[in-house]
């Protein structure tokens, strides 16, 4: 796992150097999870199987999870349920719960690298990473509080709603969700604002349990009314 720029970072004093990354933005059920974490300088060789989260196995990302929170200098794990999702949107929700992970680290870095793209309003310099999580340890590390964490709900969750099957897919878009979504419905764990929601529960007759934004491909999905000069499918109760 590369750890040079962190460690240049780290030698020009620009250290502690905070990784940030997330786990389920991409899915349509449970929540986001965004981790930051920091890392020793130099210790490499105590995590030897550190990556990208998505490159291990379930048992190797426990072991990694282990001892990311054994040998971490700092880190920070914030849970944004779906219901925040769908009224904030999954960028506003991104972006802001990264600025909470690292704002809520018990030491405050000097730098920040993140996976992907650029977060405004840190409380210190930043350079977004292409793959990040690929190519700088504390970002791999971040990735794996996230998607360890994340798992571990989804799994809780599923002996809430079992007939989902979200211990196997994590509440990502897959065919058997997908079938199980036309089957029965979304619950209170899915995000309402996503199109394939939308559209389970529109066939369903089913009304969202908290306030929903539509995402615009589920806005083309139906006519909506318009709602405080914001676009919503549902007639969801105020108060």
Not at 1 to 27: F, I, Y
Not at 176 to 198: D, F, I, K, M, Q
Not at 217 to 239: H, I, M, R, Y
């Amino acid at each position: 796992m590369p750890w040079a720029l962190q460690g240049a970072l780290d030698r020009h004093g620009l250290g502690p150097v905070a990784g940030v990354d997330e786990a389920g933005r991409g899915a349509c059920a449970g929540p986001l999870v965004v981790a930051a974490c920091m890392l020793r300088p130099g210790d490499a060789s105590r995590l030897p199987e550190l990556t990208d989260s998505k490159l291990l196995t379930a048992a190797a990302r426990d072991r990694v999870y282990d001892r990311v929170i054994h040998r971490a200098v700092a880190y920070s794990v914030v849970v944004v349920p779906s219901a925040e999702v769908d009224v904030r949107g999954i960028h506003v929700t991104n972006i802001e719960g990264m600025r909470r992970a690292v704002t809520q680290l018990d030491v405050s870095p000097g730098y920040v690298l993140i996976d992907g793209f650029r977060v405004p309003g840190l409380p210190a310099p930043s350079l977004s990473v292409l793959k990040g999580d690929r190519v700088a340890a504390c970002v791999a590390a971040a990735s794996v509080l996230a998607k360890v964490t994340r798992d571990r709900i989804m799994a809780e969750l599923h002996t809430e709603h079992p007939q989902y099957g979200f211990d196997v897919h994590k509440g990502y878009t897959t065919g058997g969700h997908g079938e199980a979504l036309t089957r029965h419905g979304p619950c209170a764990a899915h995000r309402w604002s996503y199109t394939n929601v939308a559209v389970a529960a529109e066939e369903h007759g089913l009304q969202p349990p908290h306030p929903v934004l539509l995402t615009a491909a589920a806005l083309q999905a139906k006519p909506a009314p318009a709602v405080d000069n914001q676009e919503a499918l549902f007639d969801v109760p105020t108060g």
